[in-house]
T-cell receptor
């Protein structure tokens, strides 16, 4: 089975722009979580979606939003980009609301 | 509040040496899960193990072993006979019983030299 996939791999945006990142979970997995990893630090939790509903939200501003589709794929949107949003954005999926989480390769976002 | 501490920022060893990565966690919840992930230079987090708070049995998987001690709130990871391919950043993480939210430590960078 394919693992978690994310697109795009890399992205360069300008301050103030908006970005959409995409994630496809492992087949059969219903939970998707998003994390931000700034260089040199551990990943920080942004959102969890389970069965298309938001189940958890980390300490991120309202500029960050997400959604989950009927096929359990997910999008993360970030508006009004700041230089500090430059990071590796990781998506993880798990079969249930609480389970082993498997991560995708990430999307590296650079904001200039 | 929940917290994970990985006090070792970087460890360097020579191939075939054993190495232990330390992880100390804080939580007042009685139901929680502990994880270890490996992050090679490619950036993808690789799942290594999940342990729940009610299972203190140590686990061995090949050259990897984990020691969970609730009395000291520690979940240490040992690599026996390290190899160059073990070079990566290793993260310890904690989640509570009702959510997938992972709380990560700051990671330990392991460098294994030939």
């Amino acid at each position: 089975d394919a693992g978690v996939t994310q697109s795009p791999t890399h992205l360069i945006k300008t301050r103030g722009q908006q970005v959409t990142l995409r994630c496809s979970p492992i087949s059969g997995h219903k939970s998707v979580s998003w994390y931000q990893q700034v260089l040199g630090q551990g990943p920080q939790f942004i959102f969890q979606y389970y069965e298309k509903e938001e189940r958890g939200r980390g300490n991120f501003p309202d500029r960050f939003s997400a959604r989950q589709f009927p096929n359990y794929s997910s999008e993360l949107n970030v508006n009004a980009l700041l230089l500090g949003d430059s990071a590796l954005y990781l998506c993880a999926s798990s079969p249930d609301r609480v389970g082993e989480q498997y991560f995708g390769p990430g999307t590296r976002l650079t904001v200039t | 509040a929940q917290k994970v501490t990985q006090a070792q920022t970087e460890i360097s060893v020579v191939e075939k040496e054993d190495v232990t990565l330390d992880c100390v966690y804080e939580t007042r919840d009685t139901t929680y899960y502990l994880f270890w992930y490996k992050q090679p230079p490619s950036g993808e987090l690789v799942f290594l193990i999940r342990r729940n708070s009610f299972d203190e049995q140590n686990e061995i998987s090949g050259r990897y072993s984990w020691n969970f001690q609730k009395s000291t709130s520690s979940f240490n990871f040992t690599i026996t006979a390290s190899q160059v391919v073990d070079s990566a950043v290793y993260f310890c993480a904690l989640s509570l019983g009702n959510t997938d939210k992972l709380i990560f430590g700051t990671g330990t960078r392991l460098q294994v030299f030939p």
